[in-house]
Structure formats: structure tokens, C-alpha cells
């Protein structure tokens, strides 16, 4: 249904069509129609909360291997130092809690350590970690580098990595954290299923989770999985157009995302907008009769697919 299709039905139903036989001039129901296309983005975005819309991302995580092997557990250090080795790392990661000291060491020589870097933490904060990363440059692209936690204090740290690759600038150095972050589409409203397209099986909830700030669109990955993920889930409506300038505009080309039956429903939510002010009884009468036919709605099916492929991670 086009978006002048769905105008006229409130008019039609609000009784603003006609008077006394003669259909009214749209120009004498400009208080009613110009804030429209905002109630109509109002209203969908509220029924596709109970007749839903598909949607599917594909995202490749390349997640890349750390030459320490699985570092994601959480260590101590309180008097001796400790070590952490691998030969020819070319950049690292590591996060700590308090007050310390670690040096970025590379092998010169057989037992012999050259500090090429040096990163004191001071905790100003008092809670959490910190995370640090960089570039090495080593005298020897084959030489053994090691991360060395040092200080004098107690203090916690945790998820260190080295990794071979070049990278162009330290921005590009990945977060070495159990989970990686990707970001689907705003339109995100809740997910259904998550399938790894290699053998089209489904991912359980431990290899994914979504970010706990509210209404968030960031999927999470564990760090280990590699390869395609098809995302299915369900979405938001798009904004339904509008232009102050030409409220009219886009009647004749936008067409409502959900089906026929829930833009029924949408309408009624409508009309108890356009009324709320004027006839606040009339008002109600549209608001409850909506809310009836929503909590009444068959979701059996979904409507439409979108599908967006995109590529994250690293390569």
C-alpha cells in the first residue's frame, strides 16, 4: 500500500472524507495529513514489533592468531616477573589492572634481552583493566620477542598476544579479547538464529552475544571462530520518508514494509493519533481497538526478507 493510499484511509475513517456528499479539499485537511508521515513511522515501527520483518547480514570474521596460543584467562603477578615468548612477533596486546610495569624484550643474542619498549600503568581509576597494544620493531625479524610483567606491586593481568603480522599503523592492531565486536545494521530489533555458513549449522548462544547497552545493534563473536555467519534476525522498518518542505512527496512512491493485514492495524494507530487532541474519546476508541488487533495478531509468518552482506574482521 502506497503512502497516499494509506492517508486517505484515515481521512475515510477519522469522517474527514466528505460533507454532506462532496468530497473535502485535501487543502482543508492539512492539520490532519502534514504531520502523517511521522505517525506512520510511529506506528509501523511499533507493529513490527508484533508482525515482524525479517532481515539477514552475512558477516566473515578473520580473526587472527595469536602466537601464544589461548591467552583469555586472567593471571597475577605479585613478586617474580613473568615471561611470555614467541619468535618473530611483530605487535602485541595485553591488559593489566594496577600499578605496574612491562617491558616488550627482543632476544638479541642466546639469553640475552633487549628492552625495546617500556609501558608504565598507573591506575588513576582504581577498577577495570586497561588495554595496550603497539607495534615491535625488531633488529631481527627472527628473533624471539617477549612480554615481561614487571613492578613492584600485586596486580592482575590478562588476554596478552603477539602477533606476527605487519600492520600498517597500531589502530589496526585487533582488540585480542574473547569476544569480537560487529556491527549490524540500526534497524536491528531482535535476532533469531545465527548460521555458520560452512556447514550450515546453527551457532549456539555461548559462541555469540550482543553488547548489554540497550537496544544494541553489535553482535560479538567469539574470537576463535573463523570464517561466515549468517545472521537472521528481525528488524525495525526503515524511517518512513519526509520533507517538510513537501509533505506530499513521497505518497506516490513509498510503500509501507509490512504486509496488508498489519498496515490495517497500523492505520487504527494512526487515526488515534490524528484524534488525540480534537476528540480524545474518539481517540481512545481507535487506540483500544488497535491494541486489540495487535495483541490478536497471528505472527505465524514473517514479512519480507532483506538481506545485506557485508565483510568484517580482518584478513
Known amino acids: ?47 513490527a514489533t508484533k508482525k515482524k520483518i525479517n532481515a539477514k547480514e552475512n558477516i566473515v570474521q578473520n580473526s587472527i592468531d ?54 608504565v600503568h598507573v591506575n588513576t581509576s582504581g577498577v577495570g583493566f586497561k588495554s595496550y597494544k603497539g607495534l ?27 602477533f606476527e603480522e605487519n600492520f600498517p599503523s597500531v589502530d589496526l592492531i585487533p582488540n585480542y579479547q574473547p569476544y569480537q565486536e560487529h556491527k549490524l545494521k540500526s534497524t536491528f530489533y531482535q535476532i533469531d538464529k545465527v548460521i555458520f555458513s560452512e556447514d550450515d549449522t546453527e551457532l549456539y548462544n555461548a559462541d555469540y552475544k550482543f553488547s548489554e547497552s540497550e537496544n544494541s545493534n553489535v553482535i560479538l563473536f567469539r574470537y576463535d571462530l573463523k570464517g561466515e555467519f549468517e545472521v537472521y534476525y528481525y528488524k525495525y522498518p526503515d524511517d518512513v520518508p519526509n520533507d517538510d518542505t513537501n509533505p506530499n512527496l513521497y505518497d506516490d512512491t513509498y510503500s509501507f514494509e509490512i504486509d496488508i493485514e498489519a498496515i490495517e492495524i497500523m492505520i487504527m494507530y494512526v487515526c488515534y493519533l490524528v484524534k488525540s487532541d480534537e476528540d480524545p474519546y474518539i481517540a481512545g476508541l481507535f487506540r483500544e481497538e488497535f491494541y486489540q488487533l495487535l495483541n490478536d495478531f497471528d505472527n505465524s509468518g514473517v514479512t519480507g526478507v532483506e538481506t545485506v552482506a557485508d565483510s568484517y574482521g580482518w584478513v
Open 1 to 47: 500500500m502506497l503512502l497516499r493510499e494509506a492517508k486517505t484511509k484515515v481521512i475515510k475513517l477519522i469522517r474527514e472524507y466528505s460533507n454532506a456528499g462532496n468530497v473535502i479539499a485535501p487543502s482543508k485537511n492539512l492539520d490532519y495529513t502534514l504531520p502523517m508521515n511521522t505517525y506512520f513511522d510511529t506506528a509501523q515501527k511499533l507493529v
Open 66 to 119: 595469536n602466537l601464544l596460543g589461548y591467552q583469555f584467562s586472567t593471571n597475577e603477578h605479585k613478586t617474580e616477573d613473568l615471561n611470555y615468548s614467541a619468535i618473530g612477533a611483530k605487535a602485541y596486546y595485553f591488559e593489566v589492572s594496577s600499578d605496574s610495569t612491562i617491558y616488550i624484550e627482543e632476544e638479541t643474542a642466546p639469553g640475552v634481552w633487549t628492552i625495546l619498549d617500556t609501558i
Open 136 to 162: 615491535i620493531v625488531a633488529s631481527d625479524a627472527e628473533n624471539s620477542i617477549r612480554l615481561r610483567f614487571s613492578g613492584s606491586f600485586y596486580y592482575s593481568f590478562r588476554y596478552m598476544a603477539l
